[in-house]
């Protein structure tokens, strides 16, 4: 299975940002299987955003304030990050992951790096 993480390296404060987890090799509806979206901010360590199960299922970090929705497209199989009103403290590598419930080690996307900055 391979993820593979989209969208802009760059978005303005107070704006939106988007980014798409697209899957090969695995449907994002196969069971007992979770689809997550996790950062990590320069300097510092990994931070759960939240996930989407096969079934639809969805799952948040309180965190982030409700800033965060996630949704999925099964026809391109791919998932989907949107975080709103974004500062510069939320500049970081954003990775997608594919994680079996721990039956298996998870998938991780490469990752990519989003700024925000005007």
């Known amino acids: 299975m391979r993820l593979q993480e989209s969208g802009p390296g760059l978005v303005a404060p107070s704006q939106t940002l988007s980014l798409t987890c ?3 090799g695995g449907s ?7 689809w997550t979206w996790i950062r990590q ?3 510092k360590g990994l931070e ?12 948040y ?3 982030l304030s409700g800033r965060t929705s996630i949704s999925r497209d ?4 791919q998932f989907t ?3 709103t009103s974004v500062t ?3 500049t970081a590598v954003y990775y997608c992951q594919a994680d079996p419930y721990g039956r298996v080690p998870p998938y991780w996307g490469k990752g990519t790096l989003v700024t925000v900055s005007s």
Not at 74 to 77: A, F, G, Y
């Open 22 to 24: 697209t899957v090969t």
């Open 28 to 34: 994002i509806t196969t069971d007992f299987w979770l």
């Open 41 to 43: 901010p320069p300097g």
């Open 48 to 59: 759960y955003m939240g996930a989407i199960e096969n079934s639809g299922s969805l799952y």
């Open 61 to 63: 970090s309180p965190s």
């Open 74 to 77: 099964t026809s391109k199989n």
């Open 81 to 83: 990050l949107r975080l």
């Open 88 to 90: 510069p403290e939320d």
